[in-house]
């Protein structure tokens, strides 16, 4: 069945053009996209997840994770480059946290958005 357009609808080219205005750049969207990206790996989540709870070093996101010590940094470091984790050294040993506030907020939403589901 062909879709015809009803004549009696009526575009508001102010309005469109009011919302396209509101939009965001190609460049913030192409940022946002490697957001959502980091956020699409159940390693990294589950990261993340842990250090919502507390900083930790590679060997204790290893264990808690059940990955190898490699597997783990290879995610921190996707984290890190995406300004997700920050990591300081003590000793011989490097803790990561998580950047700020906002990665705690995204994740909460995502976990209330599911339970309202």
Not at 77 to 84: D, E, G, S
Not at 92 to 115: A, M, P, T, W
Request: charged share 30%.
């Amino acid at each position: 069945m062909e879709d015809i357009e009803d004549p009696r609808i009526t575009h508001d080219s102010a309005r469109i053009e009011k919302v396209r205005e509101l939009l965001v750049t190609r460049e913030e969207l192409d940022h946002l996209v490697q957001i959502f990206k980091i956020f699409g790996d159940p390693s990294r989540l589950k990261i993340i997840n842990a250090l919502i709870e507390d900083e930790l070093c590679v060997h204790e996101i290893a264990e808690l994770m059940e990955m190898s010590q490699p597997a783990v940094s290879h995610q921190l470091r996707q984290l890190k480059q995406a300004h997700v984790v920050n990591s300081r050294r003590a000793g011989k040993h490097i803790f990561y946290s998580l950047l700020d506030e906002h990665v705690i907020q995204i994740f909460r939403i995502c976990q209330e958005h599911l339970s309202e589901g």
